[in-house]
């Protein structure tokens, strides 16, 4: 059984396009994560819900928006694509925060 | 800014040698201290937690914390190749982990 889960694991599309990537987990976990890993690899958090409530927002812009509609999902949406937006896009989970985080197997973004 | 270093690597050692890999963190207050392992193309998974001072062992990987150090330390024994993959380093800080760069380990057959 897939602890965390992630769709799609590909997403290849257009600059200015949005696009959603989603997230679920099924270990009962109360906090859920974003992070993005960019080409160097640099693995950095981007949102945190714990409960269906927004706890950390990492200097993101606004052209992206998590939504968390039950503990067990937390879905990413992102409008107007660019080119720096390409990446790896990784959701975790976790029991609490501070806890041991539980990673999905990742999508990868490639605008172009 | 509250960060964690890591030497970025790659660190090579021959099989069934001890890889060393070391981490620094720059926030006092952090109280959770993690090793992750990330091979190409996957997600990062857990290795070792580690929440006080000391040693923690579980099998050939030993995790080692000095808080006032403010240091944290993997070593992983009879080193494998398929240990070649590399390391991240994290510490929780105000409700999130903030991660290293990571340690790139080549284990040579």
């Known amino acids: 059984d897939t602890a965390v889960s992630q769709t799609p694991k590909y997403l290849v599309t257009q600059m200015g396009n949005d696009k959603s990537i989603k997230c679920e987990q099924n270990l009962g976990h109360d906090t859920m994560y974003w992070y993005k890993q960019d080409s160097k690899k640099f693995l950095k958090i981007m949102f945190s819900y714990n409960n269906k409530e927004l706890i950390i927002n990492e200097t993101v812009p606004n052209r992206f928006s998590p939504k968390s509609p039950d503990k067990a999902h937390l879905n990413l949406h992102i409008n107007s694509l660019e080119l720096g937006d390409s990446a790896v896009y990784f959701c975790?989970?976790?029991?609490?925060?501070?806890?041991?985080?539980?990673f999905g197997p990742g999508t990868r973004l490639t605008v172009l | 800014q509250k960060e964690v270093e890591q030497n970025s690597g790659p660190l090579s050692v021959p099989e069934g040698a001890i890889a060393s890999l070391n981490c620094t963190y720059s926030?006092?207050?952090?109280?959770?201290f993690f090793w992750y392992r990330q091979y190409s193309g996957k997600s990062p998974e857990l290795i070792m937690s580690i929440y006080s001072n000391g040693d923690k062992e579980d099998g050939r990987f030993t995790a080692q914390l000095n808080k006032a150090s403010q240091y944290v330390s993997l070593l992983i024994r009879d080193s494998q190749p398929s240990d070649s993959a590399t390391y991240l380093c994290a510490v929780s800080s105000s409700y999130k982990l903030i991660f290293g760069s990571g340690t790139r380990l080549l284990v040579r057959p």
């Open positions: 975790a989970s976790s029991l609490d925060a501070d806890d041991t985080q539980y």
């Open positions: 926030d006092r207050g952090s109280q959770s």
